[in-house]
């Protein structure tokens, strides 16, 4: 199939997608559902980010709530001191994180295996800490309020912060990352990092330079869960340590884990399904968290490419199911 073609058909899905969560947005009238969906689908970009580096490097992270929590900070810091605009905030704590992802990338993916993950781990941690004490920047354990303006790009903000609209915010959001995603990893850029996954030894003795493709993933991951963490920021107006903590790294994980990491759609279906479980079995049972503990074994055993990958296989199975040809019917019938 040709780039060409691969890129129109990723444009066509993205403006359905589109479309969809318009009609969403439109019909759907209880406040209470559309902040839950609100919430979902901000996790689903923040799935969405991990799951890249799990797809494309084939590197678990325990540590990517620091990406998630550092843009509020960024954001919050820059408009309480009134250093810049709202605008010039939002664009400085974006690009600003994927500049810090890009860096720390040439260290962290040079570690393999479990290793990578506990260095991760403590990365995240360490920012977790500073954030808990650093009193008179943060806030502390107490966090730290984000003083949005009257006004945002023009646009009044008691029109952005209603709940439709910041559903489809984040969906739009969620939707234009998984096409980006999608054309780069369709791109001999997405081939060539699957390959040094795959085999980094072979990749390198075939002349492919594997140490810069790795980071640019890594930073990539990095920058997809840093917008997860500004549309948060926005949604709450405020921020605090408890969004750094290795607790929340370990919930996009499991997400991933039940969405399946192996088409980009299935981190964000497992974040969806994760806060519709959750808000479910939370009504009838105090202890949900083993409930969908036990979910996620059952998951892991019956279906280990994730949810996504079951249905892929099953509607792969029902277009491959022969069909009789007229020839077949008459040989048939002679036959009888």
Same mark, same amino acid.
């Given at each position: ?60 992270? /325990? ?38 992802? /890009? ?234």
């Amino acid at each position: 199939m040709s780039r060409e073609l691969t890129n129109g058909r990723i444009a066509g899905g993205v403006a359905v997608a589109l479309a969809a969560g318009a009609v969403v947005a439109l019909t759907v009238t209880s406040e209470t559902v559309l902040s839950l969906l609100t919430q979902a689908t901000i996790f689903a970009i923040f799935a969405l980010g991990v799951g890249i580096l799990l797809r494309q490097n084939g590197m678990v992270s /325990f540590g990517h709530a620091a990406f998630y929590g550092l843009g509020g900070y960024v954001v919050a810091i820059l408009l309480q001191r009134q250093l810049m605009s709202a605008e010039m905030a939002l664009v400085t704590a974006f690009f600003g994180i994927a500049l810090f992802a /890009f860096l720390i990338g040439f260290v962290v993916v040079r570690v393999p295996g479990i290793a990578f993950g506990m260095l991760t781990l403590a990365l995240g941690q360490m920012f977790y800490q500073v954030a808990s004490r650093s009193r008179n920047l943060t806030g502390g354990a107490d966090g730290i309020n984000i003083p949005w303006p009257d006004t945002l790009f023009g646009l009044d903000i008691s029109l952005l912060t209603r709940q439709d609209a910041m559903f489809y915010f984040a969906w739009s959001g969620l939707v234009l990352s998984i096409g980006i995603v999608a054309a780069l990893m369709a791109s001999r850029f997405g081939a060539t990092t699957e390959a040094i996954r795959d085999n980094e030894e072979r990749a390198r003795f075939i002349g492919i330079q594997t140490l810069l493709p790795r980071v640019l993933i890594f930073t990539l991951s990095g920058t997809v869960t840093a917008l997860a963490g500004l549309m948060s920021a926005f949604q709450t107006a405020f921020v605090s340590p408890e969004s750094m903590h290795w607790s929340v790294s370990g919930t996009a994980l499991m997400m991933v884990i039940i969405g399946g990491y192996r088409y980009l759609w299935g981190p964000a279906l497992g974040a969806i399904v994760f806060f519709m479980s959750r808000d479910l079995v939370g009504d009838f049972a105090q202890h949900w968290l083993a409930i969908f503990g036990v979910a996620l074994i059952v998951v892991i055993v019956f279906a280990p490419q994730g949810i996504s990958g079951a249905l892929a296989r099953l509607f792969r199975r029902k277009a491959v199911v022969p069909q009789a040809t007229p020839a077949v019917i008459h040989k048939l019938k002679e036959r009888t």
